[in-house]
């Protein structure tokens, strides 16, 4: 055994052994509030349509390569001109994944404002490359200009990640500020809308002018995080060769049949986003209303939230005995200590959540 140990460790490259698996919480009889999931499923008669099509799928054979109904169905939703190209992942991590692997070399340097998505970190350390960190402003989570242009002066980054709307502090960075950054950048931004269902803003009208510029989109936060697919949308220049490292199969022929069939039924995603919207703007003002602590106002479907008189890990543990599971990003430090995370989900599970909330904190003043 423990000379297996030593091959691990012996093999293995250090920055590996360095990482902390991601982890994610069993959410079994539990509220589920913690992963951003649209908490809808379809009606009656469009499960039954879906049913219908997935029965022509033939999952003998391998799935399309090249994805293309699924491609067209993507470009006529999102109105994509044809002067830009679709690169598809397994998920928007795996996208990630794909674009780092083609740039990483020695001392490529990758930067994102922080607190942020973890996945840029966590891919780029465990492919050798650099990660620097900008810290937001403390006071309202904006992007502190100055010293992201110091940063990318100094360290020249290969590639730049911007989440926008950003997880974990769900606002909307300034798009000045970021036209700013994409104008200084010596590499490729990547602006992630993982959240732009929810947030009515995007970067895609810039792609045209910019030719350092790549947008990410995922479908999970819409309502199809089951079935992992991601986006990137840019100049054919840029996808064509990250298209090289994907993996030809890596969208399965169920996920290509699925998004296709949902995305061709945009209008019933797009009243539950809407729904969810309006869920985050009552469930926001009640949290303002609470003593204890600081709600910060959110473009995207979840709100984070300081607790100013309360241990989060304790009301955090506290929610989850009453039933609810939330995310507890209390232990991650810098801005975001003692700070928790919740999902915006169905009307009575907002009002679970709340009811539970204001026990505990009532208990603990
Ligand atoms: C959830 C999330 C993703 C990951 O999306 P998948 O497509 O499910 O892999 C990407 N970026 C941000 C900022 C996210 O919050």
Known sequence: MSQGNDLVTSLLRPEIIALKAYQTEDASNLIKLDAMENPYTWPAGMISEWLETLRQSEPNRYPDPNAKKLKTAIRKCYELPDSLELLLGNGSDEIIQILLMAISATNTRVVAPEPTFVMYRQIAQCLGMNYEGVPLREKDFSLDLERMIECIQRYQPAVIFISYPNNPTGNLFAEEDILAILESAPGVVVLDEAYAPFAGATFLKYLGQFGNLLVMRTLSKLGLAGLRLGFLVGSPTWINQFEKLRLPYNINTLTQISAEFAL??????????????????????????????????????FILFRLEHADANQVYENLKAAGILIKNIANAGGLLSNCLRVTVGKPEENNSFLTALDGILSDHG
């Open 264 to 301: 061709s039924n945009y209008e019933i995603l797009r009243t539950q986003t809407q729904q969810i919207c309006e869920d985050r703007a009552y469930l926001f003002e009640k949290l303002r209303t609470m003593d204890a602590l600081t709600p910060f106002s959110s473009s995207a479907n």
